[in-house]
């Protein structure tokens, strides 16, 4: 198995506040490896987005990575600040879901590729213009040449999408984040960016983070899942495993939420409540008041188990896992 | 399929829609050029919505599927065509024969929190339009808001609350509430479920179905999400830019979709199973961008388009029984 790239242990991040101290992320553990594309699912409040901005070091104020590290390929992005800034932007990069928030409006698309080739690859003048050429038309915006001096608004919504994903692949990134990348535009579109995320990751060799709520979308891309809930990772598991057989009864329910366009059940199956405050968390299992298998065991934080090969579950009662359901002998 | 009951055809429709339009006016640039042509949000627009019937809208955004629904709450002008409720052209409405009339038209809107007034109690929120319309007051009015938040599925004691206190799936049954209260026959859901979370989503859907089993409401559920419309409606309609393109009973806009438009939005609904990728690439290339002048608006994206195509608009035909679509090609 190949080092990872990227490492988070035990990593917490904390908002205080007026009204008290809120834990939205409460220790995750995990590892992205080069190629891989990894997806983190959660609703909102989940903790995910939080996760991957303390990976490139923006979390927004107050918030805090109070505990746990972070590094990159064995070396902590906490403890050297310096490195960490070059690292962020240049090894990872992140890509966001309103593009208009990450390019600058008074900024033309050129100036703002070519800042970024400055920075991380000392790369400038027509060098740096041939380059933005080339990586406007990897990501398929059509004749980039003459439209280098636009500014974003000149844009549609796909089409700047396509430019800060060009902007994150200037620095020549090994890791890409890319939080719920697709979920402002429209269903013919979206496809269009994943046909692109995809022949990037087939052709750069880029590690993927997807950071989505959406589990059709983790469906198509993700080679592996980690499903967060009230800021912990409650179960990790290899795509194929994870939609055949959810162990973690909030994964489960996640699923059977979902509709599918290509099945009709009579009612929808629901999970009861909603997603609880991050200020005011139950004890233990922070599932159990909205769990079918909860009991009192479930007060108490289950601990960390692994029922099956590449299977990281937090759970008392998790959902029985078919026998020797290695995904290999199932689908390869 | 059973689980939607068929509705009877013959009954005379709720809601009628013959050649809506809406246009908006479009500001000159500056003070000094032409004022520029009014932007056509919605062009011919004909369906007709039975009782308790739900007929679905999808599209993309600037599709004009919500000037649709504001044109049917009169919120918007018409421009030409008609919107008739109950035989009566809403458009033509004025003073209190709009009052009476639009009490049976009620809206549930995506955003549950923008339209909950923060300072007031729950209470007060569904109970202000019984007041208002003069039907019910005092004990009256707080014995029928018990009886909302019980048939919305929220606890007795929401109504002394505040909405902020609320999470996004119960305030959205608080808007549910309150758009029941007038008993309207015809409810215009714009985008209900699609700011809530996925494990909330599937019980405001349940929800909906529910009160239409109990109510007997009839609903124009607008949505951009395939497998929520079909879960919810009878019909759909498909809007592209303005314009119907393809109307159907439900499960044959999704088993035999005819136009290419309706099979681009399905073949890109990425699917929760990975047994089931997408295989190849997405068909149809680009954004809505600008409205040609002539001919079929989704020709400038069409794999399918044609000289006819750009020249004139095809119009909505029946190809099968109850199955409309409007392409010259498919």
Same mark, same amino acid.
């Given at each position: ?36 594309? !990894?997806?983190?699912?959660? @609703? ?13 070091? *923006? ?6 990575? @109070? ?5 990159? =390929?064995? =070396? ?61 038309? &990897? ?8 439209? !280098? ?12 999408? =396509? ?5 994150? +692949?200037?620095?020549?990134?090994? &890791? ?22 995809? @022949?990037?990751?087939?052709? !750069? ?12 979308? *983790? ?7 980690? *499903? ?13 495993? +994870? ?37 005011? !968390? ?7 008041? =909205? ?27 998790? @959902? ?13 | 399929?059973?689980?939607?009951? /068929? ?9 009628? #829609? ?10 000159? #640039? ?24 739900? /007929? ?275």
């Amino acid at each position: 198995m190949t080092a990872p790239l990227l490492e988070l242990d035990d990593l917490v991040v904390t908002f205080t506040t007026r009204r008290g101290r809120i834990e939205a992320v409460r220790g995750v553990s995990l590892a992205v490896r080069p190629g891989e594309t !990894l997806g983190i699912v959660g @609703e909102s409040g989940s903790g995910k987005s939080v996760t991957m901005q303390a990976v490139m070091g *923006v979390v927004d104020s107050p918030g805090a990575v @109070e505990h746990g590290d972070i590094s990159w =390929r064995g =070396r902590s992005l906490l403890a050297r600040e310096g490195e960490a800034a070059d690292i962020r932007g240049r090894d990872i990069a992140m890509v966001f879901q309103d593009a208009m928030t990450s390019l600058d409006p008074l900024f033309s698309i050129g100036t703002q590729i070519g800042e970024v080739l400055a920075r991380h690859r000392g790369v400038t003048g027509a060098a740096a213009r041939a380059r933005t050429i080339e990586l406007l038309e &990897l990501v398929g915006i059509a004749n980039p040449g003459p439209r !280098l001096h636009y500014l974003p608004h000149q844009f549609s919504g796909g089409m700047r999408q =396509r430019i800060m994903i060009a902007m994150a +692949l200037a620095a020549e990134p090994a &890791l890409l984040i890319a939080d719920e990348p697709t979920t402002a535009l429209d269903v013919t579109v979206q496809a269009q960016i994943v046909d692109l995320l995809i @022949e990037l990751r087939d052709r !750069l060799g880029l590690a993927i983070v997807l950071v989505t709520h959406d589990l059709g979308l *983790v469906a198509e891309l993700c080679d592996r899942v980690a *499903v967060m809930y009230a800021g912990r990772i409650v179960e990790t598991a290899d795509v194929w495993s +994870l939609f055949d057989a959810p162990a973690h009864p909030y994964t489960a329910g996640l699923l059977k939420a979902t509709p599918a366009i290509d099945d009709l059940p009579e009612r929808l199956e629901t999970i009861e409540g909603s997603p609880p405050d991050p200020s005011d !968390l139950p004890s233990g299992c922070a599932f159990r008041l =909205r769990c079918p298998r909860a009991d009192a065991a479930c007060a108490s934080a289950p601990p960390l188990t692994h029922p099956a090969a590449g299977r990281d579950l937090l759970c008392w009662h998790p @959902e029985p896992l078919p026998i020797a359901a290695s995904p290999e002998a199932a689908h390869v | 399929m059973s689980s939607v009951p /068929l509705l009877r055809p013959d009954a005379a429709p709720l809601v009628e #829609a013959r050649g809506l339009s809406v246009s908006y006016a479009v500001p000159r #640039a500056a003070f000094w050029q032409q004022k520029p042509a009014p932007f056509r949000a919605v062009e011919g627009i004909d369906f007709s919505i039975g009782h308790g019937e739900t /007929l679905g809208i999808v599209g993309e955004s600037g599709s004009g599927k919500s000037t649709i629904g504001r044109a049917l709450l009169g919120r918007v002008p018409l421009s030409a065509g008609s919107a008739r409720f109950r035989g009566e052209d809403i458009s033509g409405l004025s003073g209190g024969a709009m009052r009476r009339t639009r009490r049976h038209i009620q809206a549930v809107m995506q955003d549950p929190y923008a339209s909950l007034n923060p300072r007031m109690r729950v209470t007060d929120i569904i109970a202000e339009p019984l007041v208002v319309h003069g039907i019910a007051r005092g004990a009256e009015a707080r014995a029928r808001v018990d009886e909302l938040l019980d048939l919305v599925g929220l606890p007795p004691d929401a109504g002394q609350r505040h909405p902020g206190t609320f999470s996004g799936g119960q305030r959205q049954r608080i808007g549910i509430a309150r758009a029941l209260a007038m008993e309207p026959a015809f409810i215009v859901a714009d985008e209900p479920v699609s700011a809530l979370d996925v494990s909330v989503r599937a019980q405001i859907v349940n929800l909906f179905r529910d009160l239409q089993e109990k109510l007997g409401v009839s609903y124009l559920f607008i949505a951009h999400d395939l497998a929520i419309v079909r879960h919810v409606s009878h019909r759909i309609a498909v809007v592209y830019a303005g314009r119907i393109v393809e109307m159907s009973a439900r499960d044959d806009l999704y088993t035999t979709p005819i136009h290419p438009y309706t099979q681009a939005l399905l073949d890109a609904v990425p699917v929760p199973d990975p047994r089931k990728r997408r295989t190849g690439r997405a068909t149809v290339r680009g954004e809505l961008g600008a409205i040609p002048a002539a001919g079929c608006r989704f020709a400038p994206r069409c794999p399918l388009a044609s000289e006819q195509c750009r020249r004139e608009a095809p119009p909505l035909l029946e190809r099968a029984p109850g199955h409309r679509a409007a392409c010259w090609n498919a």
